[in-house]
């Protein structure tokens, strides 16, 4: 009965931090798109290119832009052929990392927020601050080669 009872509370509270912290919610949301799109790679395959998304300046103007190929990166990711997700966009590997690491660090600044209710301030300025070097660092590529289709 007590044991239950712990737990409910326990349940409560974490519910209550969730419901009122910000930071929470959003780590919470990001978390969970992170992970529909690593659901999107790992169902969609690349062989039966089943993709329910379309290339909209492929269909428009028949050349691939940037982007053309990150689906097939991504499900050939997930799926461990490394090389042939390269082979569909060289900047595949560098973006999926930066997903798979913002869906840890999601998870790790969360329980850490939760634990060190004290320093929140500082641990939302970090978690910014390494978000945005993550970012820039695996999506540069990406955008130079944005800038240069241009």
């Given at each position: 009965?007590?044991?239950?009872?712990?737990?409910?509370?326990?349940a409560?509270?974490?519910?209550?931090?969730?419901?009122?912290?910000?930071?929470?919610?959003?780590?919470?949301i990001?978390?969970?798109?992170i992970?529909?799109?690593f659901?999107?790679?790992g169902?969609?395959?690349?062989?039966?290119?089943?993709?329910?998304?379309?290339?909209?300046?492929?269909?428009?103007t028949?050349?691939?832009?940037?982007?053309?190929g990150?689906?097939?990166?991504?499900?050939?990711?997930?799926?461990?052929?490394?090389?042939?997700?390269?082979?569909?966009?060289?900047?595949?590997?560098?973006i999926?990392i930066f997903?798979a690491?913002?869906?840890?660090m999601?998870?790790?600044?969360?329980?850490?927020y939760?634990?060190?209710?004290?320093?929140?301030?500082?641990?939302?300025?970090?978690?910014?601050?390494?978000?945005?070097?993550?970012?820039i660092?695996?999506?540069l590529?990406?955008?130079?080669?944005?800038?240069?289709?241009?």
């Amino acid at each position: 009965m007590i044991l239950s009872r712990q737990k409910s509370d326990s349940a409560a509270y974490l519910k209550h931090w969730i419901s009122d912290e910000p930071y929470l919610k959003v780590n919470l949301i990001l978390a969970g798109v992170i992970f529909l799109i690593f659901v999107y790679s790992g169902i969609f395959s690349p062989e039966r290119n089943n993709y329910p998304v379309v290339c909209i300046h492929e269909k428009l103007t028949g050349q691939p832009c940037a982007s053309c190929g990150l689906s097939h990166s991504f499900s050939l990711i997930v799926r461990g052929r490394i090389s042939e997700a390269y082979i569909w966009n060289a900047n595949g590997l560098r973006i999926f990392i930066f997903f798979a690491g913002q869906f840890l660090m999601r998870i790790f600044f969360s329980f850490f927020y939760l634990k060190n209710a004290g320093i929140s301030r500082e641990l939302i300025i970090y978690d910014s601050a390494v978000s945005f070097m993550l970012f820039i660092v695996c999506f540069l590529p990406l955008i130079k080669s944005i800038f240069l289709f241009l």
